[in-house]
């Protein structure tokens, strides 16, 4: 017998994918901690090994990329963003084989993997920082931003107001100030030094090599900094960034960069460049605005936001959540709307935190189902990329009294049992107590009750990620809002080529009405998507459009009427 | 000589579109293009097509075009043993007769020696059948086509399998076939050989799960919530099903039942620890499987059921599904030949397959790979036959109402077994 054609070595997901730059363009992303999914070592702390085990679960779920929270070395003062070694696996969650191994596992599934990264900042005990403080003569002596005085770069805002007085810190070794931008642990990097940014694409190919299918720049506004600027999205930041691109690029196919700036969107669009910058960013302001939207029972707080986000290149994309492992953030909107918000959202002042509230999806809209599935229809309608954010799909809850954003990232519920099913450790051991109230807790809010049920919010949401998905048109159109005759309705159209969908939204805790101005589209059939249901074609006159409480449509506008 | 990348998309369509093997046969295709020649070759040159549909969704192809320019060449002796070449085997090339086309593929017998088969619907990742001959015949499972050659391609835009060559098993007939006819003459034949046939499934699964080496092969422990997704999909596919069912007396018997099914769903889940999961056939019924020249069944078409994507036709499941397929098939057999020729077979026929095929199954089984108690297996087992008959319907009352009987006599009898 002869030899057959041997199979070429594994490396990346070519071997499991077909070539598509755009893939992340349609796909849906799922966020979570590595620490918070699944114990596979009963040592209270999740793992990769525990991750690889729920793979099944996620794309049962419909997933396509996980984004993985930082899971590199730390001393844990920032949930892992204040990393101490970029190159390897922090031990708790197992061995670099291992996370080979996972993300191996998920591209077998046709699942991508991508990682936080943290390009601004080490941990202070990054051997890097240790060096440089050693004083000027280090090797390493300009690897990070040193100054004698407190009085540079002073028009810098200051971001974790609740915790940070300067953006300088005394660093007693070196009889210095240092710079940073977040935590007075987490030093800020110089990118002015060629040869830091060499390390930090050094450590991008690291994990690229090991499968990796991109990143999620951490911070990525504030890499360099400038005397008389707010050293916010500064021309030599995107040179860099640029520069990442290119590196990717030329060594690796179908990769992604989604970057995290937290930035109205006339700035962040400046991060796709002209396509050649990264592949996504997240559009922050959306947000908040869709949770006043809700509360306020009106269209036009996200109308607006839209209306003012500006075209982005062809082979770019926005990233859009509901909640993600931060507080919500409310830096990108009015100082009134963000008392609004605090009254609204945050009526008990430990839910606030910095300029945002740190409370989950189920909690902020009262663990109301109709409002959690009108929530994301709105999301998934919207132009850009629904990353998901653990638990949220069961409804998990949140624990305002742990610190800091802890009480967001609690353990997976999993089931009913012991620690919810995340871990076999002693409850002692866990890195967090699961959530144990009546409502939210494990025992009431579980993935294996859920499953078992065809009409819990897992089962809806399992569904409806697949008619999101089995529509390309929702990550691929032009979207374009409608004017409605009723403000608490909220109507767009998403176009295709030869796909249209109009989705209509109602935004009111009452029943509501709303006329259509669809006469571009006489003759038309509209399709309910859900059911399949067509509705009466659509003529010259206003088209009448009736909903129940937080209700919502989403149509298939068809030239020709199905049969019947 | 004619180019085939000279072909207008209308023309590429034309092609691809009525052939047995298009997939999306409820998709209207907007455009065709050439994406890659992995074989460019004075004999012949393959073409991978990209089908794509409005919806901004697309498909992948594989097209055969000889030196003139001609498609669907496999049948030609010089196109057939070309290929046979580039898969890796010398052969003369003299003879070449139709094996006819599958809905994932076409092949053809070469020498009467040999089997050629062009893969035609295309994805990305290892063609399950190639790897898990090779896998078979690793662990030295002989009741299979031997592996002798393929042909595969690294792309981009695709790492694919496009040529597979098997030995041409010597064989008096498929399962099938010879099942269907020996209810006219001679009904004992499968109850007699049923027992053979749970054995040498039993020795196909041994040898797919002692293939440890391989990480694409090696038995998992399933996750503790496999069995609830499981179940969560039958779910909604009975909701889907019974929701979509035509407007048919023939179906009322059972039209009103779908919460009792999907009741009957729960229950038959609580199995508890399920045993390994591991690679399986997949499409495993009598039409997989040849009784040979020697007397013995030799299982065929590792390809995994063609509607299935790749990763879930790769997937490790319970080998309990396999099981599944074949009792159905059973049961399918005796309710065709009642409906075809109206032979009726003789009562308790299909039970005393069953029976004989489990327990010549069970007597050989790897443990490991099953539920711990015989309850426990009981109740795995229907519900894979329960998942298959979901199935069944829901083909049956779109494609052929007067067969839906025979998944709604199957229903009704397991929803009174557990009454």
């Given at each position: 017998?002869?030899?057959?054609?041997?199979?070429?070595?594994?490396?990346?997901?070519?071997?499991?994918?077909e070539s598509?730059?755009?893939?992340?363009?349609?796909?849906?992303?799922?966020?979570l901690?590595?620490?918070?999914?699944?114990?596979?070592?009963?040592?209270?702390?999740?793992?990769?090994?525990?991750?690889?085990?729920?793979?099944?679960?996620?794309?049962?779920?419909?997933?396509?990329?996980?984004?993985?929270?930082?899971?590199?070395?730390?001393?844990?003062?920032?949930?892992?963003?204040?990393?101490?070694d970029?190159?390897?696996?922090?031990?708790?969650?197992?061995?670099?084989?291992?996370?080979?191994?996972f993300?191996?596992a998920?591209?077998?599934?046709?699942?991508?993997?991508?990682?936080?990264?943290?390009?601004?900042?080490t941990?202070?005990?990054?051997?890097?920082?240790?060096?440089?403080?050693?004083?000027?003569?280090?090797?390493?002596?300009?690897?990070?931003?040193?100054?004698?005085?407190?009085?540079?770069?002073?028009?810098?805002?200051?971001?974790?107001?609740?915790?940070?007085?300067?953006?300088?810190?005394?660093?007693?070794?070196?009889?210095?100030?240092?710079?940073?931008?977040?935590?007075?642990?987490?030093?800020?990097?110089?990118?002015?030094?060629?040869?830091?940014?060499?390390?930090?694409?050094?450590?991008?190919?690291?994990?690229?090599?090991?499968?990796?299918?991109?990143?999620?720049?951490?911070?990525?506004?504030?890499?360099?900094?400038?005397?008389?600027?707010?050293?916010?999205?500064?021309?030599?930041?995107?040179e860099?960034?640029?520069?990442?691109?290119?590196?990717?690029?030329?060594?690796?196919?179908?990769?992604?960069?989604?970057?995290?700036?937290?930035?109205?969107?006339?700035?962040?669009?400046?991060?796709?460049?002209?396509?050649?910058?990264?592949?996504?960013a997240?559009?922050?302001?959306?947000?908040?605005?869709?949770?006043?939207?809700?509360?306020?029972?009106?269209?036009?707080?996200?109308?607006?936001?839209?209306?003012?986000?500006?075209?982005?290149?062809?082979?770019?994309?926005?990233?859009?959540f509901?909640?993600?492992?931060?507080?919500?953030?409310?830096?990108?909107?009015?100082?009134?709307?963000?008392?609004?918000?605090?009254?609204?959202?945050?009526?008990?002042?430990?839910?606030?935190?910095?300029?945002?509230?740190?409370?989950?999806?189920?909690?902020?809209?009262?663990?109301?189902?109709?409002?959690?599935?009108?929530?994301?229809?709105?999301?998934?309608?919207?132009?850009?990329?629904?990353?998901?954010?653990?638990?949220?799909?069961?409804?998990?809850?949140?624990?305002?009294?742990?610190?800091?954003?802890?009480?967001?990232?609690?353990?997976?519920?999993?089931?009913?049992?012991?620690?919810?099913?995340?871990?076999?450790?002693?409850?002692?051991?866990?890195?967090?107590?699961?959530?144990?109230?009546?409502?939210?807790?494990?025992?009431?809010?579980?993935?294996?009750?859920?499953?078992?049920?065809?009409?819990?919010?897992?089962?809806?949401?399992?569904?409806?990620?697949?008619l999101?998905?089995?529509?390309?048109?929702?990550?691929?159109?032009?979207?374009?809002?409608?004017?409605t005759?009723?403000?608490?309705?909220?109507?767009?159209?998403?176009?295709?080529?030869?796909?249209?969908?109009?989705?209509?939204?109602?935004?009111?805790?009452?029943?509501?009405?709303?006329?259509?101005?669809?006469?571009?589209?006489?003759?038309?059939?509209?399709?309910?998507?859900?059911?399949?249901?067509?509705?009466?074609?659509?003529?010259?006159?206003?088209?009448?459009?009736?909903?129940?409480?937080?209700?919502?449509?989403?149509?298939?506008?068809?030239?020709?009427?199905?049969?019947? | 000589?004619?180019?085939?990348?000279?072909?207008?998309?209308e023309?590429?369509?034309?092609?691809?579109?009525?052939?047995?093997?298009?997939?999306?046969?409820?998709?209207?295709?907007?455009?065709?293009?050439?994406?890659?020649?992995?074989?460019?070759?004075?004999?012949?040159?393959?073409?991978?097509?990209?089908?794509r549909?409005?919806?901004?969704?697309?498909?992948?192809?594989?097209?055969?075009?000889?030196?003139?320019?001609?498609a669907?060449?496999?049948?030609?002796?010089?196109?057939?043993?070309?290929?046979?070449?580039?898969?890796?085997?010398?052969?003369?090339?003299?003879?070449?007769?139709?094996?006819?086309?599958?809905?994932?593929?076409?092949?053809?017998?070469?020498?009467?020696?040999?089997?050629?088969?062009?893969?035609?619907?295309?994805?990305?990742?290892?063609?399950?059948?190639?790897?898990?001959?090779?896998?078979?015949?690793?662990?030295?499972?002989?009741?299979?086509?031997?592996?002798e050659?393929?042909?595969?391609?690294?792309?981009?835009?695709?790492?694919?399998?496009?040529?597979?060559?098997?030995?041409?098993?010597?064989?008096?007939?498929?399962?099938?076939?010879?099942?269907?006819?020996?209810?006219?003459?001679?009904?004992?034949?499968?109850?007699?050989?049923?027992?053979?046939?749970?054995?040498?499934?039993?020795?196909?699964?041994?040898?797919?799960?002692?293939?440890?080496?391989?990480?694409?092969?090696a038995?998992?422990?399933?996750?503790?919530?496999?069995?609830?997704?499981?179940?969560?999909?039958?779910?909604?596919?009975?909701?889907?099903?019974?929701?979509?069912?035509?407007?048919?007396?023939?179906?009322?018997?059972?039209?009103?039942?779908?919460?009792?099914?999907?009741?009957?769903?729960?229950?038959?889940?609580?199995?508890?620890?399920?045993?390994?999961?591991?690679?399986?056939?997949?499409?495993?019924?009598?039409g997989?499987?040849?009784?040979?020249?020697?007397?013995?069944?030799?299982?065929?078409?590792?390809?995994?059921?063609?509607a299935?994507?790749?990763?879930?036709?790769?997937?490790?499941?319970?080998?309990?599904?396999?099981?599944?397929?074949?009792?159905?098939?059973?049961?399918?057999?005796?309710?065709?030949?009642?409906?075809?020729?109206?032979?009726?077979?003789?009562?308790?026929?299909v039970?005393?397959?069953?029976?004989?095929?489990?327990?010549?199954?069970?007597?050989?089984?790897?443990?490991?790979?099953?539920?711990?108690?015989?309850?426990?297996?009981?109740?795995?087992?229907?519900?894979?036959?329960?998942?298959?008959?979901?199935?069944?319907?829901?083909?049956?009352?779109?494609?052929?109402?007067?067969?839906?009987?025979?998944p709604?006599?199957?229903?009704?009898?397991?929803?009174?077994?557990?009454?």
């Amino acid at each position: 017998m002869s030899t057959p054609t041997p199979v070429p070595e594994r490396s990346g997901s070519e071997h499991w994918f077909e070539s598509q730059p755009d893939w992340f363009k349609t796909a849906v992303f799922y966020e979570l901690h590595t620490r918070a999914f699944f114990d596979s070592s009963d040592d209270g702390t999740g793992d990769f090994r525990g991750l690889r085990q729920k793979l099944d679960y996620l794309e049962w779920l419909g997933v396509d990329c996980i984004w993985l929270l930082p899971f590199y070395p730390s001393p844990l003062r920032d949930g892992g963003y204040d990393v101490s070694d970029f190159l390897t696996v922090a031990p708790e969650f197992g061995t670099v084989d291992e996370f080979a191994a996972f993300v191996e596992a998920a591209h077998e599934r046709r699942m991508r993997v991508i990682a936080d990264f943290v390009m601004n900042h080490t941990s202070n005990e990054h051997p890097w920082f240790q060096e440089s403080r050693l004083g000027p003569d280090s090797p390493k002596a300009d690897w990070y931003v040193w100054s004698d005085t407190v009085h540079r770069y002073e028009d810098a805002r200051i971001i974790f107001v609740d915790s940070e007085q300067s953006n300088w810190t005394f660093d007693p070794v070196r009889g210095e100030y240092f710079w940073h931008r977040f935590y007075n642990h987490q030093p800020d990097l110089n990118y002015e030094n060629p040869e830091v940014g060499d390390a930090i694409i050094d450590a991008l190919r690291f994990w690229l090599d090991l499968g990796l299918d991109g990143f999620r720049l951490d911070a990525v506004p504030y890499l360099f900094e400038e005397e008389g600027t707010s050293s916010e999205n500064l021309p030599q930041t995107h040179e860099f960034l640029k520069r990442v691109r290119a590196e990717v690029d030329a060594g690796y196919s179908d990769r992604v960069l989604l970057a995290e700036a937290n930035q109205w969107p006339e700035d962040v669009v400046d991060y796709f460049g002209k396509g050649d910058e990264c592949h996504m960013a997240f559009h922050f302001p959306v947000m908040p605005r869709m949770f006043m939207a809700v509360r306020r029972e009106e269209a036009r707080p996200m109308v607006e936001i839209l209306d003012r986000t500006p075209a982005i290149p062809d082979n770019c994309q926005w990233g859009l959540f509901l909640r993600n492992h931060d507080e919500l953030t409310l830096e990108m909107v009015t100082d009134e709307e963000r008392d609004y918000m605090y009254a609204e959202y945050a009526n008990d002042p430990r839910m606030k935190l910095n300029l945002g509230i740190r409370r989950r999806l189920a909690p902020l809209l009262d663990g109301g189902r109709d409002e959690i599935e009108l929530m994301h229809a709105i999301l998934f309608s919207l132009p850009g990329t629904p990353v998901l954010y653990y638990g949220d799909e069961i409804g998990m809850g949140d624990n305002v009294y742990l610190g800091d954003r802890d009480g967001v990232r609690t353990p997976m519920q999993w089931t009913g049992d012991r620690n919810g099913g995340f871990s076999r450790a002693d409850f002692a051991q866990l890195y967090l107590p699961p959530l144990m109230d009546p409502v939210f807790g494990f025992q009431a809010v579980n993935v294996e009750a859920q499953l078992r049920s065809p009409t819990s919010l897992l089962r809806w949401l399992q569904r409806f990620v697949a008619l999101r998905k089995q529509h390309p048109v929702f990550g691929l159109g032009t979207y374009q809002s409608l004017e409605t005759s009723n403000p608490r309705v909220f109507a767009h159209v998403r176009t295709h080529e030869q796909d249209i969908v109009l989705c209509v939204h109602n935004l009111a805790r009452s029943a509501q009405a709303v006329e259509l101005d669809l006469a571009r589209y006489d003759g038309y059939t509209p399709v309910e998507m859900t059911g399949g249901t067509p509705f009466p074609a659509i003529g010259t006159l206003p088209y009448l459009l009736t909903f129940g409480p937080r209700g919502f449509y989403w149509f298939r506008l068809l030239e020709e009427p199905p049969d019947a | 000589m004619p180019d085939p990348t000279a072909l207008t998309s209308e023309e590429l369509l034309a092609l691809v579109q009525d052939a047995r093997w298009f997939g999306a046969k409820d998709k209207t295709p907007e455009s065709a293009e050439i994406v890659d020649l992995p074989v460019r070759d004075p004999v012949v040159t393959l073409a991978l097509v990209e089908v794509r549909f409005g919806t901004g969704t697309h498909e992948h192809y594989l097209l055969d075009f000889a030196a003139d320019g001609a498609a669907d060449v496999l049948e030609r002796p010089e196109v057939a043993s070309r290929l046979a070449e580039l898969a890796g085997l010398e052969v003369d090339g003299a003879a070449v007769e139709s094996l006819g086309v599958e809905q994932s593929n076409s092949s053809v017998i070469l020498d009467g020696l040999h089997v050629v088969k062009l893969y035609r619907r295309l994805e990305a990742g290892p063609n399950p059948e190639i790897e898990m001959l090779r896998a078979l015949a690793d662990e030295g499972f002989t009741n299979a086509p031997r592996l002798e050659g393929a042909l595969e391609t690294p792309g981009p835009p695709l790492e694919t399998s496009l040529v597979s060559v098997t030995g041409r098993v010597s064989a008096e007939g498929g399962g099938w076939e010879l099942t269907v006819e020996s209810l006219g003459d001679d009904p004992s034949w499968l109850p007699e050989r049923a027992w053979r046939l749970g054995e040498v499934t039993a020795g196909l699964h041994g040898a797919l799960a002692a293939h440890e080496g391989d990480l694409s092969f090696a038995p998992e422990e399933p996750s503790s919530e496999s069995l609830q997704l499981f179940a969560a999909a039958i779910d909604e596919e009975i909701s889907q099903t019974f929701g979509s069912l035509p407007e048919d007396d023939a179906l009322g018997a059972v039209a009103h039942r779908a919460e009792d099914l999907r009741d009957l769903v729960q229950e038959l889940a609580a199995v508890g620890p399920a045993g390994l999961a591991i690679r399986t056939h997949g499409d495993y019924h009598l039409g997989q499987v040849l009784w040979s020249t020697d007397a013995d069944w030799v299982v065929i078409d590792f390809e995994g059921e063609p509607a299935r994507s790749l990763p879930e036709r790769r997937r490790k499941r319970s080998p309990l599904r396999d099981l599944a397929g074949m009792t159905r098939s059973f049961a399918y057999a005796a309710d065709a030949s009642l409906l075809l020729w109206g032979v009726e077979a003789p009562p308790g026929w299909v039970e005393a397959c069953r029976e004989a095929f489990v327990e010549g199954y069970l007597a050989c089984a790897d443990e490991r790979l099953l539920p711990p108690s015989r309850a426990g297996f009981d109740r795995l087992l229907a519900l894979f036959e329960l998942e298959k008959l979901v199935y069944e319907l829901r083909y049956e009352a779109r494609n052929r109402p007067d067969w839906a009987s025979i998944p709604i006599v199957g229903m009704l009898r397991m929803l009174e077994a557990a009454a």
